[in-house]
C-alpha cells in the first residue's frame, strides 16, 4: 500500500483564472459581434441609398435649397443609427426577457447560461464601439452615395469600404475560434480605425487588454471619424449636385480644394 501511494499519490488540481476566461465569454462575444458587423453594414447602406435615390428622382434639388446638405447627411446618419440602436434594443430586450421567463427550462444549460450572465460592462462597450464604428463608416457611405447617378450603381461603388469591414470580421472571427484574441495580428489591427470597432471589442471581452490601450484606440478612432465626417461633408455637398458617371479620386481632390478656396474668399470678403 506505501509503495502504490508512493507510485500513484492523489493528486489536487486547482485552476486559478488570471484574465478572462475565453471559454466562457466566447459566446456573447461572438453574438455581439454578429450583430456589430450586420448593423455597420446593413444601416451603413442604407444611408447610401437613400442619399442615391433622392439624387436619382431629382429630390435632393428640392431639399438642398431648404436645408443645408451637412444637416441632410447628419440627419439621414443619425436617423439610421438611431434606427438601428433600437432594432437591435428590441431584439436582444426580447431575448433577455424570454430567457428570464423560461429560466427554468433553460437550468443547467452552461451555454446559454454564459450568454446571458455576461457582464453590464460588455454591453457599454459594445453600445461604444457600435456607434464610433457606424459613424465611420457611414460617413464614408454617404459621401459615395452622394457621387452615384443611379441606385442600380451603389452596390458597386460602395464594394471597397465593405471590403474594409469584411476583413476586419474575418480577422476577428479567426482570431476568437483559435482563441487567441491577442494575436499580433489582433493587436495592430485594434489600433486601425476601419478594424478597431470589432477587433478592440473582441480584445475587451475576451482577453481584457491594459486600460491605456482601449484609450489609445478609442481615442484614433474618434480623430479618424471626426477627420472623415468632415471629408465627407466636403464630398456630398458636391457630390448631391454632380450627375453623370462617378468622378475619379484625383478629380474628386480637386473639386474639394476648389470649393474650400472659394468658402475661405467667401468668409473672407464678408
Known sequence: AEAIAVVSPDITVNVDNLGVSQTDTFYYTYILLMALYMAIVIYGQ????SVATEK????????????RPNSLLFGKIIAAGLSGLFQMGV???SAVLFYHLNAEAWAGNTTIASIFNMPLPIL???LMFFILGFFL???MFGAIGSLVSRVEDVSASILP??????????VVMTAISSGNADSTLMVVCSYIPFTAPMVMFARVAMSGPAWYE????VVILIATTAGIGVLSASIYRMGVLMYGKPPKPSELLKVIRAARKH??????GS
Open 46 to 49: 442604407i444611408v447610401a441609398t
Open 137 to 139: 463608416y457611414a460617413f
Open 214 to 217: 482601449v484609450i489609445v484606440s
Open 161 to 170: 469600404v465593405t471590403l474594409l469591414i469584411v476583413i476586419a470580421f474575418l
Open 263 to 268: 468658402g475661405a474668399m467667401l468668409k473672407s
Open 91 to 93: 431584439i436582444f430586450g
Open 124 to 126: 457599454g462597450y459594445v
Open 56 to 67: 436619382g428622382t431629382r429630390t435632393m434639388e428640392l431639399l438642398i435649397t431648404s436645408a
